[in-house]
Structure formats: structure tokens, C-alpha cells
């Protein structure tokens, strides 16, 4: 059975098998359904069960590995793409995704049996499609975001630096603020202009909003005893934001498309870095702040 799926406007196509109840499977995803019109396809996934096929392991380099909320994840170099395998200990695999080398074509191989299996897919389906849209002006990036006034704001951060708390505070203090995504938002730049837009990944939030807005802002968020905004341009702009940029650091060609479209973003959209209290004033002073920079950059 395919299904499609629109994402920040690119179109996603996942192939499952016979009898897979895709909504149940893959609920986040609901929101962004849309039909099999002719539109190119950004990403075409298929899944195959696991215990069915018989399981695909890998054979390249293991180049990264890493543990998620869903376990061990391991990304392997294979000669004609990458290999990518989620386990829920380490050193043992119960999902497998082979990639082609631009992550436009992609096969997953899929323990059913257990019962995290849905979100072991979206899983592999974010990873994905977070390479895939480098070649196309666009980056997914860790952070939260809000709307407000028909303008985007991010907030990013280490893990643990308030990204979510900043953002509630938005929604709390200033009037007509909705969350976007608190998680995994996508940038993407449409006729020379930036905007952010919802996806079906936002962490431990369920907020899937299949809605973009031109962005008014970005900042880096840094824990302080008082409340501080300091304005980044050019460089220190494009320092701030790659940390949290979604990019297989190894890949070279995949590293070149997210710099280029970095440097783009920074040119059009304000960048900076806030010291702060998690409190009412922070979200006011980098309201403020960031209102100002699209004024006098507009």
C-alpha cells in the first residue's frame, strides 16, 4: 500500500505492507497526508517486516553512533549509500534502513513484533528526510518554535538549556503566541525568503501542525542569572545555528549543501544569542529585540 505524505512542501512516499495500518503506525504523520498527485517525490520509502524479508545487516564503516530516546542508533558508510540501524540495546538490531547516497530512495526493514515499532519508523523516516532536504535549500533543525503575528520564532540549545521553557513562556506572556514544533521544525528557503514550518517530529510534545510562517527570528539560548540579548551577524550567526543543524558531519557533499543554505539564512533572518532567566521578562526582551532587527533590516 503507498501513501503520501507533504512536509514543508516536499512530498513523501512510503510503501507498506499489505494489511499495515498507516495511522496507526505512524499517527504524527496523519495531519500531512496528501494525495498522489504529479509532484516530485523528495524521499520514497519502503518498508518490508523484518522477520518476513530476513533481516538486512550491514557491512560498511560504522561512522557515528549515537543513543536516542528509542535506544542505539548506528551509521554505517556502505558503498553505494548508508546503512542505519536502531537497536534498543547495544549490540542488538531490530531495525534496519538502507539509504541511497542522497537519501532520496530508502528501504527499511521493520521488526513488527515490537511495540515501539511505529516509532522506531518515524524515527529512521526523520533521519531521512533531515538529509534528504540539504540538496533542496532547506535544513531540519533541533529546536522549538513558536507563531505569533504570522511570523516564526526558534529558540535552540543544548539539551536541558530551556528550549521548551522558553517557548511556554511565549505562549504563556505574549498574546496570540501558538507553538509550532517543539522539536524538529524545518527551514526551508522559498523565493529568497525563510520560513519555518511543522513536521511530523516534535519530540515529547505532540505538536504536529502541518502550517509554515516566514521566520521573524532564531536564537541560542544560554542559562544566566540576568537577561541578556546579544545580536549575531555573518559568522557568529552561522556558528549559532549549525550546532543545531541536522547533517551527517562526514559527508562532505551533504555538509556543502547545508552551508550554503546556512549562510543564505543568516543573511535574511535575525540571529542572536540570550542570556536568560526562565521567566516573563526573557520572553518580552527577546520579543523585543528580535521586532527591532526585522525593522531595521526591513
Not at 496523519?30 to 557491512?59: D, I, Q, W
Not at 522558553?166 to 524545518?186: C, F, M, Q, R, V
Not at 511530523?200 to 504536529?208: A, V
Not at 542559562?223 to 558531519?249: M, Y
Request: charge should be negative; glycine fraction near 6%; charged fraction near 20%.
Amino acid at each position: 500500500m503507498e501513501y503520501y505524505f507533504s512536509v514543508a512542501g516536499f512530498t513523501l512516499k512510503i510503501s507498506l505492507p499489505q494489511g499495515w495500518n498507516v495511522d496507526a503506525l505512524l499517527p504524527s504523520f496523519r495531519a500531512f497526508h496528501c494525495k498522489n498527485e504529479e509532484r516530485e517525490t523528495l524521499l520514497k520509502c519502503t518498508v518490508y517486516a523484518s522477520e518476513g524479508s530476513g533481516l538486512v545487516m550491514p557491512s560498511g564503516q560504522l561512522i557515528e553512533n549515537t543513543l536516542s530516546d528509542m535506544g542505539y542508533v548506528s551509521l554505517y558508510k556502505e558503498a553505494e549509500g548508508y546503512c542505519v540501524t536502531l537497536s534498543a540495546e547495544q549490540g542488538s538490531t531490530l531495525h534496519v534502513m538502507q539509504a541511497a547516497r542522497d537519501f532520496s530512495v530508502v528501504r527499511v526493514y521493520l521488526c513488527d513484533e515490537d511495540k515501539w515499532a511505529g516509532h522506531a519508523l518515524s524515527s529512521l523516516l526523520r533521519i531521512a528526510y533531515s538529509q534528504a532536504v540539504l540538496y533542496r535549500n532547506a535544513v531540519s533543525i533541533h529546536a522549538s518554535a513558536v507563531f505569533c503575528e504570522d511570523r516564526a520564532f526558534l529558540f535552540m540549545g543544548k539539551s536541558g538549556t530551556g528550549k521548551s521553557t522558553h517557548a511556554a513562556l511565549w505562549l504563556k506572556y505574549i498574546p496570540g503566541t501558538e507553538l509550532l514544533n517543539d522539536d524538529n521544525p524545518t527551514l526551508r528557503i522559498v523565493d529568497n525568503k525563510v520560513y519555518a514550518y511543522g513536521t511530523p517530529w516534535s519530540g515529547k510534545t505532540p505538536c504536529y501542525k502541518p502550517l509554515s510562517y516566514l521566520v521573524g527570528g532564531m536564537v541560542r539560548l544560554k542559562q544566566a542569572p540576568a537577561n541578556r540579548f546579544f545580536r549575531k551577524k555573518e559568522v557568529e550567526a552561522f556558528i549559532a545555528l549549525f550546532p543545531g543543524c541536522s547533517v551527517i558531519h562526514q559527508d562532505a557533499e551533504l555538509r556543502a549543501c547545508l552551508y550554503d543554505t546556512l549562510i543564505r539564512m543568516v543573511e535574511q533572518v535575525p540571529v542572536g544569542m540570550l542570556e536568560c532567566r526562565p521567566d516573563e521578562e526573557a520572553a518580552w526582551l527577546c520579543r523585543k529585540t528580535l521586532l527591532q532587527a526585522t525593522e531595521e533590516s526591513e
